[in-house]
């Protein structure tokens, strides 16, 4: 369903030139020698999808109004309820009970009447994926459902489209841009779907009503950078917010080695239908779903070296192949299992105590953590040696064996 006289259909938009540069509401832009007139212009020409118009999609909307990207498409079957307010600062207490979508594309024509705004008032499913996400320069995330998030990913790689993912999680959040037809992808942080029901949502634990607003801020400022063909430093990167700290890190991923790229939403789909949320109609704009507890630490091989003088007795987890830990293994090492396997294997991990992650030079073993935390791992609990073993054998010889 779409809303009446907030849009032209994309068949319009695909044929009609795209708006000149306004000189006076985008001055601030022209003056900036990365943007300037031809950056401008194609903003102007560029679209870009938004699903859910919630606490990320808000900001989202807004900031890219404001930057004059022409064409927007807003989609979100959920209405406004008063518990929204408090962190989608789109609405107002008379929109409650209004729809979304309807509201949102309101309020971006009241900021810039000369964009077009595509209003779909439905939910994104494997049935309609690849017709709503298809026409647009960029895909940008402000779901609550990890289901959601592959069906994304599986339908930008079959439409060749890069996406922006963010979530939230009380004080913090965390922000990635994906290429996944040709580059790095959601799947390569998260190879399996963690099992439905372990991923607390905000309406479980709360959140910082400013926090989707600090990350769908990033959202919005990396979209516009993505669409002036720029963005290049945040591929292969995933940043980690936390609100409360005043602290920002960004984490090194990679396409896996041997990932194949999907040839149609199957996969996907697989993964919605085993989710009840999905199947109940569990709304997707709440984009506040993260996993339980603090993001996992991040420690150096001198670092842990001084806290075991200390005293400290992690759980040692080797997440390499095992011809790897065949060649070069640490003496204390107690469980090997390749990282994508690591939820698998979730119950041979202590239930309790601290767990120190190490691969080879702490890219692969960041993954694992990612992926404990989303299956219902604390994070507080996780340890990711950062410089690896080859970082650990360096400075302690003996805690190794090698052949």
């Not at 009380?170 to 998260?190: K, M, N, Q, V, W």
């Not at 609100?243 to 040839?263: I, K, N, Y």
């Not at 939403?265 to 697989?270: D, R």
Request: hydrophobic letters at 45%.
């Amino acid at each position: 369903m779409q809303s009446g006289g907030l849009r032209r259909s994309m068949t319009e938009h695909a044929e009609r030139p795209s708006r000149g540069v306004d000189a006076v509401r985008h001055a601030r832009h022209l003056r900036m020698e990365e943007i300037g007139a031809d950056g401008q212009a194609r903003l102007s020409s560029a679209a870009v999808a938004v699903v859910g118009a919630g606490g990320l999609g808000c900001p989202v909307l807004l900031y890219l109004a404001a930057a004059g990207v022409g064409r927007l498409t807003v989609i979100d079957d959920d209405v406004v309820s008063l518990s929204n307010l408090q962190r989608q600062v789109l609405y107002r207490t008379e929109d409650v009970g209004r729809n979304k979508a309807e509201v949102a594309a309101q309020r971006v024509i009241d900021l810039d009447p000369e964009l077009d705004v595509d209003v779909h008032i439905t939910r994104l499913n494997p049935s309609n994926a690849l017709a709503l996400l298809k026409g647009h320069d960029l895909v940008i995330d402000g779901t609550d459902l990890i289901p959601a998030r592959y069906l994304i990913d599986d339908a930008c790689a079959l439409l060749d489209t890069p996406w922006i993912h963010a979530s939230v999680h009380r004080f913090e959040g965390r922000l990635a841009l994906f290429e996944p037809a040709t580059g790095a992808s959601y799947r390569d942080l998260h190879p399996d779907a963690p099992p439905p029901g372990t991923v607390q949502a905000c309406d479980e634990v709360g959140v910082l009503g400013a926090v989707p607003g600090v990350l769908g801020t990033m959202q919005a400022a990396l979209a516009v950078e993505v669409l002036l063909g720029r963005g290049e430093d945040a591929k292969g990167r995933l940043t980690l917010v936390d609100v409360q700290a005043l602290d920002v890190r960004h984490l090194a991923f990679q396409r896996l080695e041997g990932r194949a790229s999907p040839t149609d939403l199957s996969a996907a789909s697989t993964i919605w239908e085993a989710d009840p949320a999905c199947r109940a109609g569990r709304h997707l704009d709440e984009t506040d779903a993260a996993p339980a507890g603090m993001m996992f630490h991040q420690i150096s091989s001198s670092e842990f070296l001084q806290k075991r003088a200390n005293g400290w007795a992690p759980f040692v987890l080797d997440v390499r192949s095992a011809q790897e830990h065949a060649s070069m293994a640490a003496h204390s090492c107690g469980l090997l299992v390749p990282h994508p396997q690591v939820v698998e294997a979730m119950t041979e991990l202590p239930a309790e105590g601290d767990i120190l992650i190490h691969c080879k030079s702490g890219m692969r073993s960041m993954m694992a953590a990612m992926l404990l935390m989303e299956a219902g791992v604390d994070g507080a609990r996780l340890y990711n040696l950062e410089d690896g073993i080859l970082g650990w054998y360096a400075l302690a010889p003996e805690d190794i064996r090698v052949g």
